[in-house]
């Protein structure tokens, strides 16, 4: 019965990955760790943005369109449907892509990061007078992880007959890396030179060291911009959103005070609801404080990330802390805020 049901998965998915982009899609997932393209995921997200739809209709839409006739029921309820369903097919892609690419990163990241230290072994084997290939080989260590995988597919490759130098270009484009990339390049021209491979060896080395040095100073030099950026998105944007609400709320009541005395006294009728007549309202600018704090949140971790790593994908850590602790500070500044100007009123 599963095997039923995944086939009818993989058949109907299937449907939604055209020929041509399949080749395309393949390569770009295994850039992610996937060696298979999940038709039967397609299957699965496409019943999710059914069920999503129909929910979002009868709990959202339907209760408005009970008094309608008819016609226009089936108008609405067509249209809703055709383009609520591409909304949230859109949205559920936008979401995978974001993922994987999260994911390519990181892995990326698990490469540059054992570079050296693989290199190094190579080297050492050549001046203890293995072949290149075999130096490949005699270097996968479980304990450089992802690059071990890796080099392993890129020695089995080499062993079964292809080509060395398109095996390791191959390799070189296969993840979004300008160091991996530039260092295989240098080798593949020195084997095709006939150079010595162990200086080049070394000397990459001694570059990729250098290179991880510098960036960690330079993560270090931008550590107080860093910390400036979260402070201010933690404890001073929450602040200045709390006190501008209670300072809103204390001048709506200020103008209401004065506008029904004045009207009172039969002096003068003039009316002081300048923020009410303006459409601002207390509780909408609280909802505006929140989503302000949540796009301040990823704004800045996404400038914290391109600071202290030189790539935005680094700081999306980040903006489920920023977005927690902004709004409970909000919270609480809002509430001492509160008290305080109660007090003061009072």
Do not use: C
Request: hydrophobic letters at 50%; aromatic letters at 16%; glycine letters at 8%.
């Amino acid at each position: 019965m599963m095997q039923g049901e995944n086939s009818f998965l993989v058949s109907f998915g299937k449907a939604f990955v055209p020929e041509r982009f399949r080749d395309t899609l393949r390569e770009y997932l295994s850039k992610a760790g996937y060696s298979f393209i999940p038709y039967h995921t397609f299957g699965i997200l496409f019943f999710v943005d059914v069920f999503l739809t129909i929910l979002g209709y009868f709990f959202g839409l339907y209760p408005f369109l009970v008094e309608t006739n008819v016609v226009v029921i089936t108008l609405v309820t067509f249209f809703y449907f055709v383009i609520m369903m591409l909304f949230v097919a859109l949205a559920l892609m936008v979401g995978i892509y974001f993922f994987l690419n999260i994911r390519i990163y990181k892995r990326t990241q698990i490469i540059e990061d054992h570079l050296p230290e693989y290199l190094t072994l190579v080297s050492t084997n050549l001046k203890g007078g293995l072949s290149f290939e075999d130096s490949l080989w005699a270097s996968i260590k479980p304990e450089f992880g992802l690059l071990s995988k890796e080099m392993m597919i890129v020695s089995k490759n080499v062993m079964t007959g292809s080509e060395l130098t398109s095996v390791l270009r191959a390799f070189g484009k296969k993840y979004p890396s300008p160091i991996l990339e530039r260092t295989l390049n240098l080798l593949i021209s020195e084997l095709s030179s006939g150079g010595r491979i162990a200086e080049i060896l070394d000397k990459s080395i001694e570059n990729l060291r250098k290179t991880r040095i510098l960036k960690a100073e330079m993560s270090a030099a931008t550590l107080s911009y860093m910390i400036f950026i979260g402070a201010i998105v933690m404890f001073v944007a929450p602040l200045l959103f709390a006190l501008a609400y209670q300072l809103l709320f204390v001048i709506q009541g200020f103008s209401q005070d004065i506008g029904s005395g004045l009207s009172a006294s039969g002096v003068i009728s003039l009316s002081f609801d300048f923020i009410e007549g303006s459409g601002m309202d207390t509780g909408d600018f609280r909802l505006f404080s929140i989503a302000a704090l949540s796009i301040i949140s990823i704004a800045s971790s996404m400038i914290i990330s391109i600071i202290e790593r030189g790539d935005v994908r680094a700081g999306l850590k980040y903006i489920p802390f920023f977005f927690a602790v902004a709004n409970v500070m909000y919270y609480v500044f809002f509430r001492i805020l509160a008290s305080v100007f109660s007090g003061m009123i009072g």
